[in-house]
């Protein structure tokens, strides 16, 4: 329990112990340290930047989808229109031809009627003629009756 | 029981105790407590330095990561209680801390064993725990005294730390009452340092001792408990002389 010059030993070996951690050891750690910490703060800093750019990216994102969908309702909006528009034409057109058609149709179908008629009245003339002839034959005066029967032609 | 089966109790204790040494009067050398203190010392500062070479600022590893969780928990204290700049007193903390505790630690061994390989080796005497030697805790706290007056004498000058002396707590007309209150109250912090843990770690050591002296099939019961309060003793009391140098410093720093 005395004290003796270990004392002294000890004093020499502590002060050695405590310059060794002072001069070798602290200052390295220390500085890894905080070397770490300021990598760590810029890590967070940029991660933060980070999610601040994805978050403004979204909301660019958002608006141009919004303007993209808004165009895209105009053109087919337009579009309908368009289309209408041109089924309407067409509708007319076809409305226009037919007709066109149906009167030319129905120009032709009078004037071969006219013809048919001519045709019919002037078969008719000539059978009455022939029935006439049988009928009346030599007495009668083929020159003098062509006359009567021309205006009965005409009266049809 | 060890080797040489001593005689009786007291003198197993007694050998327990005994510090194995050389020299005589004053000039004796307790070759145990060196030993062993240095011997812990330097492992722990080697593996120490080692974790410092190769520190990265990128994912440490094991042994780095430990360490600097030394270094973290060490820096804190001395952040909370020191608001100066020192280049002294972490590291000074860091090398107490370490140093006591594994010193400290030393009491967790079996009380028997590193004396009884120390006796297959023809050593005599071994006392194992180095924090159990007054020669080291003196050691160690006056040290610290002296860096204590060192850096009052830096800090606040020779003037300054005389007028500290003389001049309070009451003023010039009291300064015979001052000087030796103030010397009352510089002398006992080393040596309240240097008691404390010795008086722990002796009376832990001690009856580490008195339960080895139980019957084996008894040691266990007394012997476990004591052993796991002790984990919080000798952390506790690595840390408080390491707090206690971390404030005393810190005062030595404060200008009045």
Redesign the interface.
């Known amino acids: 329990?005395?004290?003796?010059?270990?004392?002294?030993?000890?004093?020499i070996?502590?002060?050695l112990?405590?310059w060794?951690?002072?001069k070798?050891?602290?200052p390295?750690?220390?500085?890894?340290?905080a070397?770490?910490e300021s990598?760590i703060a810029d890590g967070l800093a940029a991660a933060e930047r980070g999610h601040h750019e994805k978050e403004l990216a979204e909301e660019r994102a958002k608006q141009l989808l919004h303007e993209t969908k808004d165009k895209a309702r105009d053109i087919i909006a337009q579009s309908q229109k368009r289309a209408d528009e041109i089924v309407d034409a067409a509708k007319d057109e076809a409305r226009h031809e037919g007709d066109r058609l149906k009167t030319a149709a129905r120009a032709e179908i009078d004037q071969e009627i006219t013809q048919a008629k001519e045709e019919l009245r002037k078969e008719v003339v000539s059978i009455a003629l022939v029935g006439a002839e049988q009928v009346l034959l030599r007495e009668v005066d083929a020159a003098a009756h062509e006359e009567v029967l021309s205006k009965l032609v005409e009266q049809f | 029981m060890s080797a040489e089966g001593p005689a009786n109790a007291s003198e197993y204790i007694v050998h327990h105790l005994t510090n194995l040494t050389v020299g005589e009067g004053f000039w004796t050398f307790n070759l145990d407590t060196l030993f062993i203190s240095i011997t812990l010392g330097s492992i722990a500062l080697a593996l120490f330095r080692i974790a410092a070479k190769n520190a990265t600022a990128g994912v440490p590893g094991k042994l780095q990561n430990f360490v600097e969780l030394m270094v973290v928990f060490v820096d804190t204290q001395v952040k909370d209680s020191f608001h100066g700049r020192s280049a002294l007193i972490a590291p000074l903390g860091l090398t107490i801390f370490i140093w006591v505790f594994l010193m400290n630690f030393m009491d967790l061994l079996p009380v028997d064993l590193l004396p009884v390989v120390a006796g297959w080796m023809g050593v005599p005497y071994l006392r194992v725990v180095p924090t159990t030697d007054l020669n080291l805790t003196f050691a160690m706290s006056i040290t610290v005294f002296l860096l204590m007056i060192f850096y009052s004498i830096k800090i606040k000058g020779a003037v300054g730390f005389a007028k500290e002396l003389l001049f309070h707590p009451f003023g010039k007309w009291l300064l015979p009452v001052n000087l030796i209150l103030k010397l009352v109250e510089e002398l006992a912090k080393p040596i309240s340092l240097a008691l404390r843990l010795f008086g722990n770690l002796y009376a832990g050591e001690l009856i580490f001792i008195l339960i080895a002296l139980l019957p084996w099939w008894l040691q266990f019961s007394l012997g476990l408990p004591w052993a796991i309060f002790h984990i919080l003793i000798i952390t506790l009391q690595a840390f408080i002389f390491m707090m206690l140098t971390i404030v005393y410093l810190s005062m030595a720093h404060e200008d009045h």
């Open positions: 329990m005395n004290i003796n010059a270990t004392l002294l030993g000890q004093m070996t502590f002060g112990f405590i060794f951690t002072m070798f050891v602290w390295l750690l220390i500085d890894a340290m070397e770490r990598k």
